[in-house]
């Protein structure tokens, strides 16, 4: 999984475009992208590897990075 931002809307959807591109031009299929019209999050998943692209504002607002991170283990939680 990557997790990624653009400074903008407009920016958002030129990463995801080109993105779009170099998956097409090495020849790794049509991914599903869901976003697009808004691009506030653009998610492109391309089957092996999931991209989201967020604004900054909405990366803050879902933290999806604390959602997928490893737990943090103390010695005094394991048994």
């Known amino acids: 999984m990557v997790v990624a ?3 903008s809307h407009r920016h958002v959807a030129a990463v995801a475009d080109h ?3 170099a998956l097409k ?3 790794l299929g049509a991914p599903r ?3 697009m019209s808004g ?3 653009v998610l492109i998943d391309s089957g092996d590897v ?3 692209v967020f604004r900054p504002e909405i990366r ?3 933290n999806i990075e604390k959602m997928w991170q490893a737990p943090d283990l103390e010695e005094e939680t394991v048994h």
């Open 33 to 35: 992208v869901e976003g």
């Open 5 to 7: 931002s653009g400074r």
């Open 50 to 52: 999931i991209v989201h």
């Open 25 to 27: 031009d090495a020849g």
């Open 60 to 62: 803050e607002f879902y």
């Open 39 to 41: 691009a506030d999050w």
């Open 19 to 21: 993105l779009l591109k």
